[in-house]
């Protein structure tokens, strides 16, 4: 049972972890260098509570901390709880969402753990924007993908607004770096995936033939701009595109791997 | 032929319409009290210049204006150069793209018009989030839908971060607001219009299927968390959903409205 306990001053040291947190994620003093998990507002803390990352303490106001109650009854955590005025004075912004939850980083499966469980796999090359790539594990989880293997390029997953777009999604589906690159993709290959490249280049091939042709996938995805890498390309087995409208330049980059994710796995 | 103005003084009066941008969009004394449109980044502006929308004057550093040079031939308005500095201390806030255009607002298409020339439209209620809004809009334009009526709850699409995050598609998409409402809904059908109503209700079938039927199909929206509400449900003729992984709990909206706008539109 996670212990309450009440908050009432702005430099209590126990609340420490929640200082700062516009720049606590990028703390090089983190194991890793890479800070803490922190997961904002009752959807995503539930998702963390659910998680196998070790939660080290919450922080919310009351209201927030009671909704959580189910949750928090079989975790032993402490629950500090103060005012809102308060919250936003230790973390040093304003929080509308009320609780905030951090955990530290643990060890995630590898390439290989996920690569050997799934069917259809996302990899994205280059999303470097933190809301995308949130956006697109969210879009992940929603049509039931194996995991997101990460080229390089790629911005960190549990990064605060990350957790935050992907609406906690990030803690549930399985992520790893795929290394090296682009030769991880022939390993791919070779367990079976077709590694198909989303682009709305001339010879691709619209998603629906590709997903008439079943099998396991391996989707790679390009961010808005610049696209896919020619290495990239090169290391694909087919080229497939969402169909669009005349002069219409593209999607954003999750919503068009959401379009891919619901045609290729969402069946 | 676009005249080019050197401006040197923040306190220049001919740059006063892209003042104080932030709120500028909200003015009380502009044509209809909703201010100006306003155009961020070359793509953006490039397509204001290509709308019917009566284009005031531009606002940019001189490699921006002259990346416009094409577009700038064949209308006559003042494009004023400035430094990137001044050009922050004009708007009232960093502008990362460089160039602005602001034009008045414009009488649009009725509804009546939309409907006589779609076969897909959208039709979201209550979403009241701008980003989201224009996510949808840009969504629109690349599955070539025929445009977007606009239940109660929504926000401006013309709203200047609207404007941006479609991409400038808000200009592009007709729209126009439904009314009465729910009413408005019952004159759709009189057109041929198919209704449905997309949400994760237990009673809906899966797009795939409507998209079978064939034509025309106008799609309600509801906003994230609310979802549609009982008058918009009850008017519909069908209830549909996106296909998700069990205990997830929902799409953004302007990303569900992408899979349905593809899966209805795109083929």
Redesign the interface.
């Known amino acids: 049972m996670a212990q309450r306990i009440s908050v009432q001053k702005v430099d209590d040291p126990r609340v420490d972890d929640f200082r700062h947190l516009s720049t606590a994620d990028r703390r090089p003093d983190r194991p890793g260098g890479r800070g803490f998990v922190i997961a904002e507002g009752t959807?995503v803390v539930r998702r963390l509570l659910a998680s196998d990352y070790p939660v080290r303490a919450l922080l919310g106001v009351a209201r927030r901390i009671e909704e959580l109650e189910p949750e928090l009854a079989g975790v032993d955590v402490p629950a500090y709880v103060t005012s809102a005025e308060l919250m936003a004075e230790i973390v040093g912004f304003h929080l509308n969402r009320g609780v905030l939850a951090v955990a530290d980083r643990a060890p995630r499966s590898s390439a290989g753990e996920i690569v050997a469980r799934a069917r259809v796999l996302a990899v994205p090359e280059g999303v470097g924007d933190h809301e995308n790539l949130g956006?697109l594990f969210?879009?992940a989880?929603?049509?039931?993908l194996g995991g997101v293997l990460l080229g390089p390029g790629c911005s960190d997953p549990l990064y605060r607004r990350s957790v935050r777009v992907s609406?906690g999604?990030v803690l549930r589906v399985p992520f790893a770096p795929l290394e090296p690159w682009p030769a991880g993709l022939t390993s791919l290959k070779e367990k079976g995936f077709r590694v198909a490249a989303l682009t709305p280049r001339a010879d691709s091939v619209p998603l629906r033939e590709l997903a008439a042709d079943g099998g396991k996938i391996a989707l790679l995805l390009g961010s808005e701009g610049p696209g896919l890498t020619e290495e990239a390309l090169g290391a694909a087995d087919v080229a497939v595109r969402?169909?669009?409208?005349?002069g219409?330049?593209?999607?954003?980059v999750?919503?068009a791997a959401?379009?891919a994710f619901?045609?290729l796995a969402?069946?």
Chains 1, 2 share one sequence.
Request: charged share 20%; aromatic share 8%; hydrophobic share 50%.
């Open positions: 959807v956006a969210r879009n989880a929603a049509f039931g609406m999604n969402v169909p669009m409208a005349e219409v330049d593209s999607l954003n999750a919503t959401a379009v619901y045609e969402g069946r």
